[in-house]
């Protein structure tokens, strides 16, 4: 009838200004560890690659002698750590697939009606993510090897 006014309301958890807050604090400390996690990996990453050049110095120098080029040696390296860690990537999320949907998870939390669907956000981030990791793991590396000269390379 007229004169009469109606309001909506939320009364969720989510309506909460100081619960948005929270959650947006919990995301940025979340996303610092992330990070933090991704560069010491990174940095792993890179050592061992390292050594690996290190190993590989003849296996270099023979491919030099023959006649490769050194953006196609930098290629060579560069895309090595990129594939690793892009096929490490998709490993670790058909893991992350295989274990939400093994049947002791959802009878361990049996009161759950709905189960969350899988975040392909987060999973697409976590690939891209590792994909840049490789890139930036595999750059010093590939430099290191495209500046072994041949003839040391040979000797050694």
């Keep these: 009838p ?11 958890w989510g309506s909460r200004s100081e619960v948005q807050d929270q959650a ?14 991704l560069l010491l990996g990174g940095l792993g990453l890179v050592n ?4 690996a050049m290190r190993q590989r110095i003849r296996e270099i120098g023979d491919r030099r002698s023959f006649g490769a080029t050194a953006p196609r040696i930098f290629t060579t390296v560069l895309l090595e750590s990129v594939v690793a860690t892009a096929v490490a990537g998709v490993v670790g999320i058909a893991l992350a697939v ?20 899988f975040p392909v956000r987060a999973a ?3 690939l891209v993510a590792a994909v840049a990791i490789g890139a ?7 430099l ?4 072994s000269r041949v003839i040391d390379a040979l000797r050694f």
């Design 2 to 12: 007229k004169g009469e006014e109606i309001s909506v309301a939320r009364s969720d």
């Design 24 to 37: 947006v604090i919990f995301e940025l400390v979340t996303g610092a560890i992330a990070g933090l996690v």
């Design 48 to 51: 061992i690659q390292l050594v």
């Design 98 to 117: 295989v274990a939400l949907k093994t049947p002791w998870l959802t009878s361990m939390f049996g009161g759950i009606q709905d189960l969350p669907p």
């Design 124 to 126: 697409v981030t976590a």
């Design 136 to 142: 930036l793991a595999g750059f010093l590396p590939a």
């Design 144 to 147: 290191a090897a495209v500046r």
